[in-house]
């Protein structure tokens, strides 16, 4: 599956950020700016981890060449640190070729003009050739976002460690340290924050789309500190037991465990694919709990949760699980709106199978797994790539043309890495960012 979503990229669309796998041709996302070439550089650590060796040195080459971040147009500095400089940084990691580190300490210091801001809270977007930073426009009131604010600490940490410059840790412990301060309502923390005045607007708390991955980063800074974060250990326990409070829902008819989305402090039975990585988090930040009794039920409740999001799945006509689903009396872990039946070529309920293998070796995540993969080939499959679907629920599948760079990025490494050895990868010796770039722990 890499090899044929890699051949058709390289073939038709090489340089550009995306492929369309179906009319061959190059696509790019407005969360890009300008043409990065994120296939690359999103899919390096995973041709290197699957012994692609001439596809990866193909890649380096091309990055050590042709690399450049002088782009205008609006780029996402979330999405530019997760696949970018998450994806440099992890292949310096695994390499140690510093064509890398120098690649990412370029593209780190293009994003930090959006961390001048009155907090250091950054804005979402930045133009890399003016330096101009500012938040999205339809984000409440000019809002900063839980999840892009919150998912920039493990790579700037990193860098900061392979460069020996401080510049990077302090800029994300001080946002760090600010979300740590403020009043938190429940104990939670809501999707909106303004950069100037460092207060909640709004009071949305989801583990979806806007907030996931802030969550995610609190665990594993912890780990790939090698447990020496205290204020991330700190953090991400006392947030569990309120979500735990608050946030953990069963169905009513089939006891299914799910993370409701929490609108005025009213829970809603809605849940995005998105939050179906947090079954995968759970069993981490059990494994890696000071008290045993306390870390056995958050595996527990990792396991539970990834069970409902393979509900998902089992009940579509694909075996895909759509992008949305709710847990309402007759739709259980089904989607109901038109605009929540699409499947994008997401990994985030294959992300949990891999991390629950791990730590339970159950066969039946494998088993899992082996039907997404399958599923995903059968209805996914295009000329030249993979493509999402507009409807989990009909087939034949009608594709919509475009090929993620998450997908080589994540989906198909965490299948990989679902039926690799223990040793390939080991969750003691790295931690996968949001975007499943491998960062080593820290010794």
Not at 375 to 381: D, V
Request: one cysteine or more.
């Amino acid at each position: 599956m890499m090899q044929h979503a890699w051949n058709g990229y390289v073939k038709y669309a090489w340089g550009s950020n995306e492929l369309r796998p179906s009319s061959l041709s190059s696509h790019s996302a407005s969360i890009f700016g300008s043409s990065m070439g994120a296939t690359i550089v999103d899919a390096l650590d995973t041709l290197h981890i699957m012994g692609m060796h001439d596809e990866f040195k193909k890649a380096k080459d091309w990055i050590a060449k042709n690399l450049k971040f002088q782009g205008g147009g609006e780029a996402s500095v979330f999405e530019i640190t997760i696949r970018f400089v998450g994806g440099l940084l992890s292949a310096y990691a695994l390499t140690k070729d510093k064509v890398f580190k120098n690649k990412a300490e370029e593209l780190a210091d293009k994003l930090m003009p959006a961390f001048n801001t009155r907090t250091g809270i950054p804005r979402a977007t930045i133009n890399l050739a003016s330096g101009g930073s500012r938040n999205w426009g339809w984000a409440a009131g000019g809002s900063s976002i839980l999840a892009e604010i919150g998912t920039l600490h493990l790579e700037f940490a990193y860098l900061s460690k392979v460069t020996g410059k401080e510049k990077y840790v302090q800029a994300v412990d001080r946002i760090r340290s600010h979300l740590n301060k403020i009043d938190k309502p429940r104990g939670l923390y809501p999707v909106y924050i303004s950069p100037d005045s460092g207060s909640w607007v709004q009071d949305t708390v989801t583990l979806g789309a806007l907030g996931d991955s802030f969550y995610e980063y609190l665990i594993k800074s912890y780990v790939m500190s090698g447990k020496k974060d205290e204020v991330a250990k700190k953090m991400y326990y006392n947030v569990v037991e309120s979500i735990n409070s608050n946030m953990i829902k069963k169905s009513p008819s089939l006891g299914l465990t799910y993370l409701a989305e929490l609108h005025g402090g009213h829970p809603s039975s809605k849940m995005d694919h998105l939050a179906c990585f947090a079954g995968g988090m759970f069993a981490l930040g059990g494994y890696n709990h000071p008290d045993p009794a306390k870390g056995k039920e958050q595996v527990r409740l990792g396991a539970e949760i990834t069970s409902s999001c393979h509900e998902t799945y089992i009940k579509s006509a694909t075996r895909i699980g759509p992008e949305a689903f709710h847990f309402d009396q007759g739709n259980e872990a089904r989607a109901i709106y038109g605009n929540e039946k699409y499947y994008i070529l997401r990994p985030e309920t294959i992300e949990s199978y891999f991390v629950l293998w791990r730590m339970t070796h159950d066969e039946k995540y494998r088993d899992w797994g082996w039907d997404a993969a399958q599923a995903i080939e059968k209805h996914c499959k295009a000329a030249a790539g993979y493509s999402g679907i507009r409807d989990v629920y009909t087939v034949p599948a009608q594709q919509d043309d475009v090929q993620q760079s998450f997908f080589l990025a994540e989906t198909l490494k965490y299948l990989y890495l679902l039926f690799s050895d223990d040793d390939v990868i080991p969750l003691d010796k790295w931690v996968l960012n949001t975007e499943a770039h491998p960062l080593p722990v820290d010794t």
